[in-house]
């Protein structure tokens, strides 16, 4: 009988007779085993050995007429997450958010970022450096820090532009997230856990992508990773097998572990170019502050479902639409308010100018007004 004993199987000695059997069962199995090595090697060396892959161009380099499969790489080698460290791992920081306090200034978290720009242009998470009074950078290898201006920053998409000034900077290379599939390899390097674990390298796989998750308010279209993403990661590179950035590192789900997610690099691309630009993002603003009436409290009250105003900006679209406090906005440009998001999407869908129309409830009454959309200007 088979018997186990400390997690090894013993299997009781055959018998004689039936030993010829069993030998030619052993060379039927190692010729196999052998031919399958030979094919097997054959499709890796075909398939998977290093060769010229596409790079990916330097961020603001303008597009040829090459195509992409085309364009020779410098020399990175498929499947090396050795080369991809030691290719992108220069050019992904230490951010230090500084606030001033009773004690002067002291540091109050701290993130990654990559530099992506020869001028010293970093992208970084818009959480890294929310209130900072001071932001430092410390460099690769830690022996160099130096104070970062901030160019501009969105909170609705979490992302930043930095600037520093020194020479002889590495550059990370932008790739394309839209040709990132599920499975592919992931490698994320960043600073989990602050300077001291600087650099730090984890592989994983992309778990899914095109992502969209909400966090604190904020809409997320991201790539997801069961590479390990920690505090300290945010602002750092997910890259591919190329060595390329595909994503930005920004959130980890709390309840499980293996569940990490990076902000796709299309879309963070425009976002920086408008931040470099023009320091903030411009998009339609109405100018309100409102609280969202669910289907529970429109009946509990007697009024409609919809968004209630609580306050209205000076000068805003709103106010010059005549919109008061108390106002319930109902539908807006003929899409009724179902939901706590239902304003926001609509909003994305205009331009700065554009005139819709809002049916509002006043008192018992209902009016439909227009409103001419303004700039956010970074609001």
Not at 128 to 153: C, M
Not at 185 to 195: E, H, R, S, T, V
Not at 246 to 266: P, V
Request: glycine share 12%.
């Amino acid at each position: 009988n088979n018997k186990w004993e400390s997690g090894v199987k013993f299997v009781e000695e055959r018998k004689p007779k039936k030993f010829m059997k069993f030998l030619g069962i052993i060379l039927l199995m190692f010729f196999v085993a052998s031919v399958g090595g030979i094919l097997g090697g054959y499709y890796v060396k075909k398939n998977y050995a290093p060769d010229s892959l596409t790079q990916a161009k330097s961020f603001g380099e303008t597009n040829g007429k090459t195509d992409s499969k085309d364009a020779q790489s410098s020399s990175i080698p498929k499947n090396s997450v050795t080369k991809v460290a030691e290719t992108v791992g220069p050019a992904v920081v230490g951010v230090e958010n500084n606030v001033f306090s009773f004690e002067g200034l002291v540091p109050q978290g701290s993130g990654s970022g990559i530099i992506f720009d020869k001028q010293g242009y970093i992208v970084t998470n818009e959480h890294v450096i929310e209130g900072a009074n001071k932001i430092t950078v410390t460099l690769p290898g830690g022996e160099r820090k130096v104070n970062a201006t901030l160019v501009g920053a969105d909170k609705k998409t979490d992302l930043a532009v930095l600037k520093i000034d020194a020479g002889n900077l590495p550059v990370a290379k932008f790739g394309d997230s839209s040709k990132v599939r599920v499975g592919d390899l992931a490698i994320a390097i960043g600073n989990p856990l602050g300077q001291e674990y600087a650099g730090t390298v984890t592989v994983g796989f992309i778990s899914a992508v095109n992502r969209n998750i909400n966090m604190d308010g904020r809409k997320y279209k991201v790539l997801q990773t069961d590479a390990s993403i920690n505090p300290g990661n945010s602002g750092g590179a997910l890259c591919n097998e190329a060595g390329e950035v595909i994503g930005i590192n920004s959130l980890k789900a709390k309840q499980s572990e293996g569940m990490g997610f990076a902000i796709s690099i299309n879309e963070a691309i425009p976002i920086i170019q408008s931040l470099m630009k023009d320091h903030y993002i411009s998009r339609p603003y109405l100018g309100i502050y409102y609280v969202f009436i669910d289907q529970e409290t429109a009946k509990a009250n007697d009024i409609p479902v919809g968004v209630a105003i609580q306050q209205v900006v000076n000068g805003s679209a709103a106010e010059k639409a005549d919109i008061r406090q108390g106002d319930i906005i109902t539908s807006f440009d003929g899409v009724e308010i179902k939901k706590q998001d239902d304003l926001g999407d609509i909003l994305e869908k205009h331009k700065v100018g554009d005139t819709v129309t809002a049916k509002l409830w006043r008192n018992g009454r209902t009016l439909d007004v227009k409103i001419k959309l303004q700039d956010s200007k970074g609001q």
